[in-house]
């Protein structure tokens, strides 16, 4: 069974606000990601991390940033919501070698 | 660059019916393909893979599907269905032996019926 633990899961915040969603694995994974997902619409990469000191940009762009400074842990910040940031944010890690990619509960976030 | 479709948004269906959702892309390279489940208000839980090999692949919950090459096509099956089933199902393909980026398709909604 995946370990990969999300906080909050729900959070409604007003706009101009700093917020930190953070991502948690026990798995020893050493890559973690980064989804946002619109209601009823795809997932789309907005973060990667290969390893402790390591993140990259996905395919969408995000204001958003990231930080990997423990391998179990991989927050993301945004330093000054908006409503356009009105999502649900999905974590998710890998271990190096295997394909299958691991997901975390998620985060709805809704910016008024 | 790789690219997903799943050709159905939705798909309503009686309990006990078969059912198939469709999936369909494009790449240049060889790839890997998934089906992933989204149960309301969860992450995303594998159902199934394809790496090599056989191109019937059995997952969990009695789902299956076929990889198709010469069509693209990496459609998911169910020969009868339950209300459990009734979820948001994504369709994921990444280039093999290179990163394990992910590409999903828009998913579609499965709606299972008494």
């Known amino acids: 069974e995946a370990d990969i633990y999300q906080t909050p899961r729900y959070l409604v915040i007003g706009t101009g606000k700093k917020i930190t969603l953070e991502c948690s694995q026990t798995m020893g994974h050493d890559k973690m990601y980064w989804y946002q997902q619109d209601p009823g619409m795809e997932l789309h990469l907005i973060h990667y991390?290969?390893?402790?000191?390591?993140?990259e940009k996905g395919d969408l762009s995000s204001e958003s940033t990231v930080s990997r400074i423990r391998t179990e842990h991989f927050p993301l910040t945004l330093e000054s919501a908006r409503p356009s940031h009105t999502s649900q944010y999905l974590c998710?890690?890998?271990?190096?070698?295997?394909?299958?990619?691991?997901f975390g509960p998620g985060t709805r976030l809704t910016v008024l | 660059a790789q690219s997903v479709t799943q050709l159905d948004s939705q798909v309503p269906v009686f309990e006990e019916a078969p059912v198939e959702l469709r999936c369909n892309y494009s790449?240049?390279?060889?790839?890997?393909l998934f089906w992933y489940v989204q149960y309301p208000n969860q992450g995303l839980q594998l159902l199934l893979k394809y790496l090599s090999g056989s191109t019937l692949v059995k997952g969990i919950n009695g789902f299956e599907a076929e990889f198709n090459k010469s069509q693209t096509s990496f459609h998911l099956r169910k020969p009868s269905v339950h209300i459990s089933d009734t979820a948001e199902y994504f369709c994921a393909v990444t280039p093999a032996n290179a990163g394990n980026m992910l590409t999903f398709g828009g998913g579609t909604r499965l709606m299972v019926k008494p």
């Open positions: 998710a890690s890998r271990l190096d070698g295997y394909n299958e990619q691991f």
């Open positions: 991390s290969y390893g402790v000191n390591s993140t």
């Open positions: 790449s240049s390279v060889s790839v890997y």
